[in-house]
T-cell receptor, first 114, second 109 residues
Framework: DTGVSQNPRHKITKRGQNVTFRCDPISEHNRLYWYRQTLGQGPEFLTYFQNEAQLEKSRLLSDRFSAERPKGSFSTLEIQRTEQGDSAMYLC????????????FGSGTQLSVL | KNEVEQSPQNLTAQEGEFITINCSYSVGISALHWLQQHPGGGIVSLFMLSSGKKKHGRLIATINIQEKHSSLHITASHPRDSAVYICALARGGSEKLVFGKGMKLTVNP
């Protein structure tokens, strides 16, 4: 069990550019979540996958945001035409049905949009 | 009104003190999570509760469903307990967790 891995750890980009983040969950976990956290706030839910199916999406996930989990393992979160308001920590978490919902979080990707 | 409120927002304690962190909520839930976040972002799940009380080491979590209130207690606090403690709500029919803003705890030696 190597834990939830997120890459990159930090991303600095210019406004208008596209960025993509990757999350590798714990291998047997079928549930994967993306959250966003800004300074001084708790995480906000973005989206949830069960295996490869995206079952829930927050209204926060505008049409510039897209997430995939093509083979039910790793997931990617893409932000197109980034805006300064997208600057935040993007957190990935995974869980397994059999663990009673306990979440395991990655260390996050810190995005700064200049 | 936020669905979940934590109090206090900040707390400074001396090593060895008994600490209580509170979480109140205003909606029906299926479970409540307590999480710990250290500087740098890493979040660790401490407890998931749907009723009663759970204990792990020096940490005790309780929940009162009728009063919509949960507490996290830390006995014999230590400087390594310094972190942000967050409660989060799970609602039936959704995988979305609703997080509180967290409470920053500093334990001084």
């Amino acid at each position: 069990d190597t834990g939830v891995s997120q890459n990159p750890r930090h991303k600095i980009t210019k406004r208008g550019q596209n960025v993509t983040f990757r999350c590798d969950p714990i291998s047997e976990h079928n549930r994967l979540y993306w959250y966003r956290q800004t300074l001084g706030q708790g995480p906000e839910f973005l989206t949830y996958f069960q295996n490869e199916a995206q079952l829930e999406k927050s209204r926060l996930l505008s049409d510039r945001f897209s997430a995939e989990r093509p083979k039910g393992s790793f997931s990617t979160l893409e932000i197109q035409r980034t805006e300064q308001g997208d600057s935040a920590m993007y957190l990935c978490a995974s869980s397994h049905n059999g663990q009673g919902g306990k979440l395991f979080f990655g260390s996050g990707t810190q995005l700064s949009v200049l | 009104k936020n669905e979940v409120e934590q109090s206090p927002q900040n707390l400074t304690a001396q090593e060895g003190e008994f600490i209580t962190i509170n979480c109140s909520y205003s909606v029906g839930i299926s479970a409540l999570h307590w999480l710990q976040q250290h500087p740098g972002g890493g979040i660790v799940s401490l407890f998931m509760l749907s009723s009663g009380k759970k204990k792990h080491g020096r940490l005790i979590a309780t929940i009162n469903i009728q009063e919509k209130h949960s507490s996290l207690h830390i006995t014999a606090s230590h400087p390594r307990d310094s972190a942000v403690y967050i409660c989060a709500l799970a609602r039936g029919g959704s995988e979305k967790l609703v997080f509180g803003k967290g409470m920053k705890l500093t334990v001084n030696p």
